[in-house]
């Protein structure tokens, strides 16, 4: 799904400002789907001009006026049909692991301030996500609840096989395949397809 459609789902709960909806994305979504203003409100008026929401202005004193959005029954619609045929795929786009497969090119210390990095923000994570979920009430959908929990599984579970594991990238085992490298001159087959 893309911020357009994401952002009629959640106008399908209630109008609300591009500053609330960022303020949504930042609170329930920022463990599978960031967006920022820079999408956001294009996405609210490209919605805006094909008829799928309405926008009306909030007077604020002292502050430019506030623009507010409600999803129009076109826009229900679409977003119904987003809910129909849109494919579940689950992408991982992830820095961290990308870097972590070249370890063994790393010095030690830049390695370790990495990996400690990365646990402190997927404990942090699972911390804001109990945070939500303490104060969710009965109003709060249970796919709410659901994406909540699933965020608050994968961070635990991340975090546990970082600590569990991170023994595989010790700095004696990083610095083995790069010290190889530059004695053979030879590229380490990393599928370990070599006969």
């Known amino acids: 799904m893309d911020v357009k459609t994401l952002c009629l789902g959640m106008l399908s709960f209630g109008e609300a400002c591009g500053y609330d909806l960022k303020k949504r994305f930042e609170a329930l979504f920022r463990h599978f789907y960031s967006a920022g203003y820079g999408s956001i409100y294009p996405a609210l008026a490209e919605l805006a001009d094909a008829g799928l929401v309405t926008c009306h202005s909030v007077p604020q004193e002292g502050r430019p006026e506030r623009k507010v959005y409600r999803i ?22 992830s820095e961290f692991l990308a870097m972590i497969y070249f370890a063994e090119l790393m010095q030690p210390e830049r390695l370790d301030e990495v990996l400690d990095e990365r646990l402190r923000e997927l404990r942090e994570s699972e911390a804001h996500i109990a945070g939500l979920q303490q104060a969710f009430d009965a109003a709060v959908p249970v796919g709410v609840r659901f994406v909540a929990g699933f965020g608050a599984a994968l961070a635990r579970v991340a975090a546990e096989y970082i600590e569990q594991n991170r ?5 004696a085992g990083a610095a083995r395949a790069p010290a190889r490298r530059r004695r053979t001159g030879q590229p380490v087959d990393l599928m370990g397809t070599s006969a």
């Open 72 to 93: 129009t029954e076109a826009g229900r619609r679409q977003f119904d049909e987003a809910l129909r045929t849109t494919r579940p795929q689950h992408k991982l786009r």
């Open 167 to 171: 023994h595989m990238l010790s700095s």
